[in-house]
């Protein structure tokens, strides 16, 4: 981050911390959903096997997205916690990435520009 800005370095941190806290609850509350949808046709219906093979995809993706986030948070941490010159530096140009959009997603990467030129999500 750039010279003065320690306060908000500061909060970026604590944003960070909570961040972290929230995707482990959040992997802690999905659990293990790598299970087999049960076959039993007496016990569940064609349809309702169907949604809960659907809901087990989904919540492999959900859990696959936050475990993802959760590594970018560390690793986000681990800079700030270390002092690195390029935190809070956006990773294609090394411009600061603007407090708004730190402020917003507290573990983004890159400046707006430089997402949007990638044509991913604005994370």
Same mark, same amino acid.
């Given at each position: 981050? /750039? ?5 908000? /370095?500061?909060? +970026? ?18 659990? @293990?959903?790598?299970? /087999?949808?049960?076959? @039993? #046709?007496? !016990?569940?219906?064609? +349809?309702? !096997?169907?949604?809960? +093979? #659907? ?8 859990? &696959? !997205? ?5 590594? &970018?948070? $560390?690793?986000? %941490?681990?800079?700030?916690?270390? @002092? ?7 990773? @294609? ?15 983004? $990467?890159?400046? /707006?520009?430089? #997402? #949007?030129?990638?044509?991913?999500? %604005? %994370?």
């Amino acid at each position: 981050m /750039t010279a003065g800005a320690e306060p908000h /370095t500061r909060q +970026l941190r604590q944003r960070l911390e909570a961040l972290r806290d929230e995707l482990r609850q959040q992997l802690s509350d999905v659990g @293990d959903i790598s299970g /087999t949808v049960e076959l @039993d #046709q007496a !016990r569940i219906g064609r +349809l309702s !096997r169907m949604d809960a +093979l #659907q809901h087990q995809a989904m919540a492999k993706e959900q859990r &696959r !997205r936050a475990e993802e986030r959760l590594e &970018r948070v $560390l690793a986000r %941490l681990a800079e700030a916690e270390a @002092d690195d010159p390029d935190f809070g530096l956006c990773r @294609d140009c090394l411009e600061p990435i603007i407090w708004a959009r730190l402020e917003a997603i507290p573990d983004a $990467l890159f400046c /707006t520009a430089c #997402q #949007q030129l990638r044509g991913e999500r %604005l %994370l």
